[in-house]
Every structure is written in C-alpha cells, then in structure tokens.
C-alpha cells in the first residue's frame, strides 16, 4: 500500500495533469464537445495507471526490515523538495541522489545503491551531481569489497573532473583512487596518483587536504616497504592534525604512525599510538578505522605473545568490520583469529578460517563480475571504434574512387577533344595534298602533251642547289614515276598502295628536297641524274 505523502502527492500530480490534459483537449476541439469529453474521460482513465507505474519505487526487501514504505515515501517528498531547490537540470536524478544519501546514512545499504544507479542512470546532463553520484557508488563498491568496480567508478569521477579542470576536485579524486589501488594491493600504482595529488595540495597550501594526502601517502608507501618515508609522511600529518585541533583525524593519523612503527620493529612506540587512537576513534564513532586499529593492535599482541590481549583485539576487529560491512578488515581480522588459534583450539580456528574463506570468495566473485561488466564495456566500445574506423575506411577510399573517376573523365575529354582536333588538322592537311596534287597533275598533263614549250623551258631553267638529300627506297621509287609523267593514282596502282600514301610520300620528299612543286621535282631529279 502507497505511503499517505505519497497518496497525496500522487493525488495533486493527477489532478494537475487530468486538468492539463482537459484544458488540451478544449484548445484543440473548441466545438465538438463529444470529442472533448471523450478525450478527457480517456485522461481520467489513463493518467493513474501513469502515475502508479511512474511511482513503482524499491523491492519491499531493501528496506521493509528498517522502515515502512509510508516512511519511505515521506523521505522520498522531502528528497523532492530539497532537490527542486537545487540549481540542476536532473532534478530527478538530484531525489535519487538524495535519496541514496539518506539510505546510506542510515546503513541501508541496498537500498542506497538501488536510488544511486537510478541517479547515475539520469544524470547525465549534470557533470557535478554525475561526479558526486559516481563517488557514492564508489564508496557502495568500496564497502561491498568490489574494489575493481570501485576503481572504475572513482577514474570516472576523475575525468569528469579534469574536465572540469577544478584542482580541489582532482585532488580528491586522485587521493580516492589511490586508496582504492592501494587496498587492492596495486601500491605502485597508488603512488602515482597519490604523488600528484600531493603536488596539487602543497600549491593550493589547504592544511586539512594535506594532512589527509599524507596520510594517504604514508600507507602506500609503507606497502612499497618505504618504511622510513611513509614514517616522515605520517608524522607530517599527524603533527598538522594536532596543531589544528582536528581530534578525529588526529585519531587516524595515529594509526597511520603505528603502522610505519610496527615496519620498523618498534612495536612498543606503535601500541602506544594504537592505544591513544582507540578512545578517539570511539568517542567520534569512527567504527572503519576503529576496526583497522584493533587488526593491528592484534598483530602487535601475536608478535609479543600476548594471546588473550591479541584474541580479544581480533575479536573485535571482526565484529566492528562485520557491522559496518568491511569485507577486507573482516577478512583481516579472521585471519588473524585462526593463525592465533590453529595450534590450541583447532575447532575454533576452523570456524574462522571458513569465514575467511568465504570473504575471500566473495570478494573474488564480485571482483570476477566487475572485471566481466568492464571487459563488456571494452568489448562494445571497441566494437563501435571499429565500425566508426571502417566508416571512415569506406568514406576514404569513397573519395578516392570518386578522385579517380574525375582524373579518368577529365583524361577521357581530353584525349576526345585532342583526337578531334587532330582529326582536323589532318584533314586539312589531306585537302592540301589532294589540292598540290591536282595541280602538279594538270602540269604533268600539260608536260606529256607538248602543249606548253613554256612549261619545259621553265622547268629546265629551274636553276638551284642540290641539298645533300638523302631518300628512302620508296619515295625515290615514286620521284621516278612522276619525272616518268604518271599521275598519283596510277603510280598507286602500279605500287599497289594508296593514293594517300603517295602524296605524303610526294609530300615528304618536298619537304626534304625545300622545294614547292612536281616542276621543281622533275628538275631536281634531271639535274641530280636519278631520274633512270
């Protein structure tokens, strides 16, 4: 059954759209009242089933053991008046949010991750609220102990946010992913992010970030065995926690000491810091680092032989991590238990040792899952860089295909334009051939019958150089013919060849010889005696 805010709500948005809806209608049919009653008895009869499917919230099993759905749907107003005074254009995806905050908040943490999915889901016009959606379902991961799904989401949260180029933001998020890289045990991995992190907070000269990176610092680099500077890193910060009254992340910073003191066997300095850190963190509720605290006051107990003091610290360490849902300090803190009693109380170490088991599985199966949904992801974002690079492979040689065509059509048209051209010429050329050889042949005619003594005469008057010529077989063959008095015909078909033939031949040999006409060619062969 809906909540009694959520039946009002629900109510006064039906109403409002039934109205809307009713308003349409007359705008649209002004004079036909049947159609518009018709129209606003549908809306009456569609809007709720509308409604109710829009307001289909959680499965009862993510909350119904903390809290009612009545309950529920009074957070969920609240959530929805709170975000529509946000300046955001996802005011749905800004309820979700709240919503998955409020959840969170109250240690119902599926149902937290139910509304974060739904945020991030719609939020994608929103880079800030994005990041901030991005960071809570990284902390879900986190907590879950799917620490490679909450990789993804913290680098997700990193680009957006040197895109949008805010260096506090940055820090922060390089400091995250490098807590994360470091609780999976990528420590040269986590001292990358967590050196230029660093570098952005000693420019920005912010003491509490600061003193946080070198915490941060001092971890990773007591996991790459630098001991000694993760022990400067720790003191660093632990002395600006102090200055600034920061009692709470003091508290931490203490544990962060003891660690690096614990490295360098110098176990008592480093159960003294636990041992001040503890109130602290109790005092501040701080129930995660409180669990790490006892995992390592345990492990300094193992060492010196205190069994009941390490026992009771592990104990604790595992209820703490169990209550809070800390799968790796969990996981810890049974390891510790069944070293500690594997000797002496086999059944008991036993115990531990299949819960330990059963976290470690765990966590390999969410990590399992993780890395399969990023392995997708790759796959498909491959698979569309794939097809965008042969869309581009295809429009390349597209263009090229086109580019050869054009060089084709353009070569085409101007080897027809130069063809026709030359058609021309030769035409010309032909005509003036056939025009010569018209005329020599009516010279020739008149030559055979003696009908012009004045054409002889002239002809052997004719008085000029003999160039140093020299013919081929074939056009002194021809010379010959025509002193002979045959006309370019017959001497073609004496020689079974063209008339054509003839005259380019006769053409050639005028050419060669620098004279104009059959006159001058009867003389020159006369004089040069090769005319027999």
């Not at 009869?45 to 409604?51: C, R, S």
């Not at 008339?499 to 060669?512: A, S």
């Amino acid at each position: 059954m809906q909540g009694e805010c959520s039946r009002l709500a629900g109510e006064f948005r039906y109403f409002n759209i039934t109205a809307y809806i009713c308003a349409l209608t007359k705008s649209l049919f002004p004079l036909k009242t049947v159609n518009r009653l018709f129209l606003s008895l549908l809306a009456l009869a569609v809007v709720p089933a509308a409604l109710r499917a829009a307001q289909a919230g959680p499965p009862d099993s993510l909350y119904v053991s903390y809290c009612t759905r009545q309950a529920l749907d009074s957070v969920y107003l609240d959530c929805s008046r709170e975000a529509g005074q946000e300046k955001t254009p996802c005011l749905q995806a800004m309820t979700d949010y709240l919503m998955a905050e409020w959840a969170y908040d109250n240690s119902l943490r599926g149902l937290s991750e139910y509304y974060i999915q739904k945020a991030i889901a719609s939020a994608s016009r929103d880079d800030a609220l994005m990041a901030d959606c991005l960071s809570r379902a990284c902390i879900l991961e986190q907590r879950k102990g799917n620490l490679a799904g909450a990789i993804d989401y913290a680098e997700r949260c990193l680009e957006i946010d040197r895109q949008a180029g805010i260096p506090d933001n940055i820090s922060s998020s390089l400091s995250n992913i490098a807590g994360l890289y470091l609780t999976s045990g990528q420590a040269d991995v986590a001292r990358k992010y967590i050196d230029e992190a660093l570098e952005i907070e000693r420019s920005l000269q912010r003491d509490a970030p600061l003193a946080n990176r070198l915490g941060m610092a001092s971890e990773i680099y007591l996991k790459l065995s630098l001991a000694e500077e993760s022990l400067a890193f720790a003191s660093e910060s632990c002395r600006m926690d102090s200055l600034a009254g920061r009692e709470a992340k003091y508290a931490i910073r203490l544990c962060q000491k003891a660690s690096a003191l614990s490295e360098l066997s110098r176990d008592s300095e480093a159960e003294r810091d636990l041992n001040s850190a503890i109130p602290l963190l109790r005092r501040f509720n701080n129930v995660n680092s409180l669990s790490i605290a006892y995992a390592q006051l345990g492990e300094i107990c193992v060492r010196a032989g205190r069994e009941r003091e390490a026992d009771e610290a592990f104990r604790e360490c595992v209820s703490l991590a169990s209550s809070y849902g800390n799968n790796y300090i969990e996981g810890r803190g049974r390891k510790g238990l069944w070293l500690l009693h594997r000797d002496k109380a086999p059944s008991v170490a036993l115990v531990h040792l299949e819960r330990y088991n059963e976290i470690q599985a765990c966590i390999a199966s969410d990590r399992a899952v993780s890395e399969l949904t990023r392995f997708n992801v790759r796959y498909e974002t491959l698979k569309k860089e794939q097809i965008i690079s042969m869309q581009h492979q295809k429009l390349k040689w597209g263009g090229i295909c086109l580019g050869l065509m054009l060089i084709l059509l353009v070569s085409s048209a101007s080897a027809l334009l130069f063809y026709r051209r030359s058609s021309k010429l030769s035409e010309e050329k032909n005509a003036i051939l056939v025009k010569k050889a018209l005329e020599t042949d009516r010279l020739l005619m008149l030559s055979r019958q003696n009908m012009e003594k004045e054409l002889k005469e002239e002809i052997e008057s004719l008085h000029y150089e003999l160039p140093p010529v020299k013919l081929t077989s074939r056009e002194l063959q021809i010379a010959r013919l025509t002193c002979d008095g045959l006309l370019s015909k017959e001497i073609a078909d004496r020689l079974g060849i063209s008339q054509r033939t003839v005259e380019t031949h006769k053409n050639n040999l005028y050419h060669k010889l620098g004279i104009n006409n059959m006159a001058e060619l009867v003389s020159y062969m006369h004089k040069a005696a090769l005319s027999k």
